[in-house]
């Protein structure tokens, strides 16, 4: 295993090539779901499931079905009902175990369905690691790396601006940039901060 290229999809996918604040995929959810740590924290471990199971269902399809019979351009729309499959089994899964959380969630659970980070990771994984019919070594395992790190990064997105915007309701902030304004100034800022670790080589 290359371990440079271990460590370039953790720390890459975390902090470097987030997918919210680098990518500026999964902008929906962020803003609308940012509101509380609870539900943030919540939509992140979502995110992290559905991230994780596209990855390995979307690495057999492409490798073993769509590889074989010659219909690769078939990739996206395979990828999105994949994801559309697990964001319904989520929302199943929530609103038996934590209606509360279920109703909380609302609108952007059934969000994650076209949450453009979900597939933004399924279709990189192609991308990176499966060139047409020859995949890489080790490539199963790097799908998964890659969806569990992109999971994580978008998390850690989803937790810090959940927290800077709760003490942001403690604060005087104008009339005029309460609400979604203040929270793209407030994005935009984390942003520029996470460009700092672009600086990491391997």
């Excluded at 979502?46 to 492409?62: E, G, H, R």
């Excluded at 559309?84 to 059934?110: C, D, H, W």
């Excluded at 994984?125 to 060139?131: E, G, I, P, T």
């Amino acid at each position: 295993m290359d371990l440079s290229l271990f460590l370039s999809i953790i720390i890459g996918n975390i902090f470097i090539n987030n997918f919210i604040l680098f990518k500026f995929l999964g902008l929906c959810p962020f803003i609308g779901v940012s509101k509380k740590t609870g539900p943030a924290l919540s939509m992140g471990c979502a995110v992290i499931f559905v991230m994780v199971l596209s990855s390995i269902i979307t690495w057999l399809i492409y490798n073993f079905l769509l590889v074989p019979f010659q219909i690769e351009y078939l990739r996206t729309i395979s990828f999105i009902l994949v994801i559309a499959s697990f964001v319904q089994l989520v929302e199943m899964i929530i609103l038996k175990t934590n209606p509360t959380l279920y109703r909380v969630l609302g609108v952007y659970l059934p969000l994650i369905t076209t949450n453009c980070a979900v597939l933004g990771v399924t279709v990189l994984n192609v991308n990176m690691f499966l060139k047409g019919e020859y995949a890489m070594p080790n490539s199963f395992f790097y799908t998964l790396l890659q969806g569990f790190c992109a999971g994580l990064g978008f998390m850690l997105a989803m937790l810090l601006m959940s927290g800077i915007r709760e003490r942001l309701e403690l604060m005087n902030v104008p009339e005029s940039l309460k609400g979604i304004p203040v929270a793209f100034i407030v994005a935009s800022l984390m942003a520029l901060a996470f460009m700092g670790f672009a600086g990491f080589k391997f």
